[in-house]
Structures are given as C-alpha cells and as structure tokens.
C-alpha cells in the first residue's frame, strides 16, 4: 500500500502526516486497517512532530461503536433501530417538508462544525440557503473563535488566523500569548516558540493557571478570570507613559489611537493590578519585553475570546499591538489561535447565520448577487441572517423557532453552555437527524442518525490556523453502508427538488467555491487542487491562478477602506456574572492533553481515554483545606444553572479563587451544566471562561461510570 500524504483530524495546526498499511491483513472491503501513522518533515507547521491524539488518530476509524447503518425510531418514545438508507432520507424530507409546509421554511435549522471540511462548509451552507431556503443556521466554531474574528474585521477589515507563516514565531523577538495552552491543545506549536526562546526571544503567557505553557515562559501573568481587557488597558499605558510607542507607525498606519489614549489613561498600574492581581513590575517587563524588538507578537485564545465582551477583550489587545507597531509588519503582529481542525475555513464559507461564501456579508446586496448566480438562483431567494449558534439551539421548538434540525459534525449536548437547557430544546423539536460516525451523547437524542465518514475516507481542503489551505487526501474505502456528508446533502438536495447543481464529489464541490469565494476577502479563486499539492498548501486570498497568495495579508496595507487599522477604545466591565456569597469561587474551562473538544472522538480511543479518563476540577490547596476537600475526593461544583461532580485534584498553579475544570465529558462530570450562556453583542460567544460557582465535598463516591 501506499503511503497516503494528509493532515491530522484534530486541531488547526493541522499537522502534516502520511497514512500507510503496516503488513496486516485487509479488513473486509478492503480498508486495509489499521493504518500506520508517519509524521511528515515537509509541513511547517509541524516539522515532523505529533502530539498522542495525532499518533493514535487511525484508530477513530475503527472505535468499537462507529456506526455502520442509519438508525432511526418510530416515535419519540421508541429506541434507535438499524434502517435502510432510502428508508433514513425518506423520513428526513418527509418532514422537512411537513414542518416547512406547515410553519414555513426558516421552522427547519441546521448546524454544523468547525471540523468539516472546505468543502463540506461550503455546501451546507447552499444547502440551508438553496435546499431549504431557511435562514436558521450557525455552527460550533461561533463558540470558538467568534469573538477574535469580531474584533479582527473591526481593527483589520479581515480576520484572518495568523498575521503571517507559523515559522515567523521561531525569529520573533517576543510572544505575548493570552489565554492559551498550546503545550497541551497543540503541542508541535510549541516547537516554535522554543525556537524562538533559543534565539533570546521572549515567551510571555497571560493565564490564571500555571499551565504547562506558563511553565516554560519567561514571564506568567496570573489574573482573575474575565480581567484581561484591564491587564491590557495597563499594558498599553504602561506603553505610553515609559515612552515605547510606535508614533511614526500610529500616524502612518492607524486611526482612532487619540479617542483609545483617552480611556488608557485612567489605567494606572497600580489600579490594574487592583483589578486583575497583576502585580505593576511584571506588567511594566511584558510590556519591556514586547517593545524591545519590531518583531514582535501578541496572541489571543479563548482564554480571553470565550467571555460575553469577548470581542472588547481581543480589541484591547489588538489596540496593544497597533501601540507598538506590530500588526502589518513581516514578523510581527496580532494573531489569534483558531482552535478546531477546520475553525479557520469554516467560518468563510457560510456556516455562519450572517454569511456568504468568501466571507461575505448575508445582507450585503453585491454578495448576494455574487452568490446567486453561482448557485443559480434568484438573489431574493436567498434568506437573510438567523440566529447565531446558542440563540438557535435556545429557540429549537419554541414558538417562532425552528421544529425540526439537522446536525453535521457537532455535539453541542457537549459543548454548548448551560447544557441542560440545550438538552431540553433538542428534545422539544419535533424533529432531529444527526450525522455522525459514532453515536455521540447528541445523536442518541435524535429521530434519524446517518452514519458518515471519517477524515482518512475522504478528499477535501481544511484551512489552517495560518490560512494556508491544505489537502486532505482518502487513504481508505468508509466501511460499506457509510456514506459522506457531501453525498448525504447531495441527495437530500434532489430529493427535495432544489435548483441548481449537487455534486458529492469534493473536487467538484471546491471548484465551485472557488467561484463563489472570487472576490471576497477570503477569495479562493486562484487555488487549485494541483497547486496544493505542489507548493504544499496556499495562503488566502489568492485570486488568480498566477497569484502566488498571501502568507501576510497586511504588508502593504491593512483591508480597511483607507488602508488603515482602526484602534477602538475599549473598557474593562467584569465578567456577566461575578463572584458573590452564595457562588464565591471563580470557574474556568478548557482542555487536557489526551482529549479533543467534547471528546466524542478521544473518549473512544483506548490510549487517550486511559491517559484522561474522567473529569476532574483543579483547585489550590489552601481552597481545598478551607473546603475540607481532600486530594481525589467526589466534589460537587455548582453555579446558578446546574451542578456537576467530578473528582478533587489539587495544585497551586491556579489561583486561590478559581478552579478549573476541563469540558471533555459528559455525565455528571460536564463542565458546560455550569457555564455561563451570556453573549458577546457582536460575536454572540457564549461566556465560557468564568462563572461563579460554589464546592461542596460530595460523602460518597462518585460512579466510575458518570464522566465516561
């Protein structure tokens, strides 16, 4: 067999590695399991390296209850049984076309993932505007990196993951890294910035937790949870009063620094470190440390994007790097850390409730006349924005709200904030299909699952965290009776009798797009297949054949109308919800090494499953004494809108007033029963990262079997 070039089905990083057959016999069908695992030298963004979940990836392919068969339930009541594909799509556009004929088009959602790829985003996308004509779709990635893309097309006029190559960091004279772990969320990133390290740069890590990432900085800053806005104010005035601004660049490059000067002001050192904890000497070194040099980075995760004034926060920090002359310069910049395989990618094609493909605006005359003759359809055809991804999974069967929903690629029972609300509007449709290779904790609630294939079955483009778009290539045959989710919207598509052309295969579909995406800020045109394959990837937007793309999109100008970065005066309001007597301990989430989002995938496979086995929160020990909660003990954490149980794991690399548990599992160990659906009012990001919760020793044992 073989070896067969791809990319990794995990993170945005999107490492770059080989699939071949090890010697052992074919499975049946010819899949030629298991498959071997060889990292590849020639993709940059991993050099080589892969982390556990890229080593034991092919094992996804062969979990023991990957789903073979469609299944379906007569009634609400009845359990999920094996049926025949016709029988599965007939049932689908039977009501499809029940609840459109009865409550209009827009009673029909659809929500998709931040893991599909190009491709696969992109024909939804047609697929709920031409198919359904419904306006009600969003997806997974708007819990992600919805704010920091808010913040980018405020500042830039284009959000675009990473301001240039990933090898850009290993020459940088310092990283200002806020609210990311990417020792454990993506650990071959960490190869650049030890590079850069090695070179005298400069590793700073903003987190309330001594993180492995924080372990290896050169500087951690510790704040309270939902202060960074404050921390960054300081920073930037801490820049302006020791005299390290940029002033040639604020004059030739920005607008709007005067009107952010003003609010900056009142952001005395000593009163953020009121506010944040931060002490005055490690801010003023941060801010040392980043001036020092032009090539300089500053880097948002969801540590400071997953709040409900997300998109302040990430400006706040954009305002920071406009200070210093950062973005727009070769080896320097802003960048934001896309999180899931395909976060970047899929939200330019129209997932999104206000987009078209190409990142064009939904309400955008010009866009939707672009797009309509693409699709062949009537621009007036095509619906307006709906409802972003938690205000639509809160209005699923509500009166006015969607009645039926079909779901690619997500496991929002998981993921979504306030989880059991989530859980109560699902079962209030009248109806639900998933499609999904394993029963995940959201299909089992469904009236039709559709089995589909997993990333080593299939062709298509991801664009990764830098907007280089890849090639994914099929290494195996999906088992018999799986079908793609391409195919799946292609005859969904004809049985509903929708106009224009659907194919299932990917090459055609991308051809496609590239169409649609001409002339947008992400423009796709002048990418190819063959080009990928050549020049191992192209950075978008590329918009001709002869283009040879834009692995810095800022050089000459920024994607403003004037050419110029706009700097937006931002001010620290705290978190939603703060601490309180009833709920006095702070709340914050993320990820483990070993798992992946809601785990539907890692739980499964038996290496990463017995390395993070259950759901844990993390508190210091002098909480913990105060609490009477012992090292391993049951605890249950409750704030305003659920509880969960998980067992006591104790260090003092997390502040005293905030514990932290991972959002992986579900069962009574699930993070999400606890978080804190407040929205941003421009990304609409739930507030994920901090809410007020209390602990209490739990006398007996927790079930093994709860966070499973």
């Keep these: 067999m073989t070896d067969t070039p791809t990319h990794c089905p995990y993170c945005a990083l999107q490492c770059g590695m080989s699939l071949g057959g090890d010697g052992a016999e074919e499975a049946p069908g010819g899949r030629g399991l298991p498959l071997r695992v060889v990292p590849r030298e020639d993709v940059p963004a991993n050099r080589g390296g892969l982390c556990q979940k890229g080593w034991t990836s092919t094992e996804l392919l062969a979990v023991p209850d990957r789903l073979a068969t469609p299944l379906m339930r007569a009634s609400r009541d009845a359990p999920l049984e094996p049926c025949g594909w016709d029988e599965a799509l007939d049932r689908i556009v039977s009501e499809i076309t029940r609840s459109q004929g009865a409550y209009g088009p827009d009673s029909v959602a659809v929500f998709g993932g931040g893991g599909l790829t190009n491709e696969k985003a992109y024909q939804l ?6 198919a359904l004509r419904t306006s009600q779709i969003d997806y997974n990635g708007r819990f992600c990196m919805s704010s920091a893309a808010a913040a980018s097309g405020r500042a830039f006029g284009m959000d675009r993951g990473l301001p240039g190559p990933i090898t850009d960091l290993g020459r940088a004279d310092a990283v200002l890294l806020v609210g990311g772990n990417v020792a454990e969320t993506m650990p071959p990133f960490m190869r650049h910035l030890t590079d850069m390290q090695k070179a005298g740069g400069a590793l700073i890590v903003v987190d309330p937790r001594r993180t492995a990432t924080a372990r290896q900085a050169n500087l951690h800053l510790q704040p309270t949870p939902g202060t960074d806005l404050a921390l960054a104010n300081g920073l930037l005035h801490l820049a302006i009063v020791d005299g390290l601004l940029d002033e040639a660049y604020l004059k030739a490059r920005t607008s709007g620094f005067e009107a952010v000067r003003t609010v900056v002001n009142a952001y005395m050192p000593e009163r953020v470190e009121r506010i944040t904890g931060v002490p005055v000497p490690y801010m003023r070194e941060a801010v040392r440390l980043l001036a020092r040099g032009a090539r ?7 540590g400071t994007e997953q709040h409900a004034r997300g998109t302040d926060m990430v400006t706040a920090f954009i305002n ?10 070769e080896g320097a910049g802003y960048g934001c850390l896309t999180g899931q395989g395909n976060g970047q990618g899929g939200r330019e094609h129209g997932q999104k409730a206000d987009q078209l493909p190409g990142y064009r605006k939904i309400d955008d005359p010009a866009a939707r006349a672009h797009v309509a003759a693409v699709w062949g359809v009537d621009p007036g055809d095509l619906p307006g924005p709906g409802r972003s991804a938690y205000e639509l999974l809160s209005a699923l069967g509500t009166a006015g709200g969607p009645r039926a929903m079909l779901l690619f690629g997500s496991n929002p029972v998981v993921s979504a904030p306030r989880a059991s609300a989530v859980e109560e509007r699902l079962d209030a449709l009248d109806f639900l299909a998933v499609a999904d290779f394993v029963p995940s904790e959201t299909a089992r609630r469904a009236d039709v699952v559709l089995p589909t294939a997993q990333w080593a079955e ?4 991801m664009t990764n965290l830098e907007g280089r778009v890849l090639r994914r290539n099929r290494a195996v045959r999906p088992p018999g009776g799986v079908r793609t989710d391409l195919e799946i919207l292609a005859v969904l598509a004809d049985r509903l009798h929708a106009p224009g052309t659907w194919s299932a295969e990917p090459a055609e579909v991308f051809e496609e797009l590239r169409e649609a995406s001409a002339g947008g800020l992400a423009d796709y045109s002048g990418i190819t297949y063959a080009r990928i394959e050549k020049e191992g990837g192209v950075f978008w937007p590329c918009p001709s054949e002869d283009h040879p793309g834009t692995p810095r999109p800022f050089l000459d100008r920024f994607a403003t109308p004037d050419g110029r970065a706009r700097m937006t005066p931002v001010e620290h309001g705290g978190p939603a919800e ?11 989430t993320g990820r483990v090494l070993a798992q992946y989002q809601s785990g539907a995938q890692t739980r499964r496979v038996r290496p990463l499953a017995d390395a993070a086995p259950e759901a844990f929160v993390e508190l210091h020990p002098d909480l913990a004494d105060r609490l009477g909660i012992a090292e391993g003990a049951a605890v249950r954490v409750a704030s305003r809108r659920g509880a969960a149980t998980v067992r006591a794991r104790l260090t003092d690399a997390i502040r005293h007033d905030t514990v932290f548990i991972p959002f992986h599992w579900a069962g009574e160990g ?11 009012p421009m990304s609409r990001m739930p507030e994920f990262k901090v809410c007020a919760v209390r602990l209490e020793p739990v006398p007996t044992p927790i ?3 709860a966070t499973s």
């Design 703 to 705: 079930d093994e079997g």
């Design 458 to 461: 299939e062709s298509g483009t």
């Design 296 to 302: 300089s980075y500053i880097l948002t995760a969801r």
């Design 578 to 588: 703060d601490v309180d007597g009833d709920y006095p301990v702070y709340l914050t």
């Design 320 to 329: 920071l790097a406009l200070g210093l002359g950062l973005p727009g310069r």
């Design 670 to 680: 699930r993070a999400n029963l606890l978080t804190n659906p407040a929205l941003d």
């Design 125 to 130: 996308g047609k697929f709920a505007r031409v």
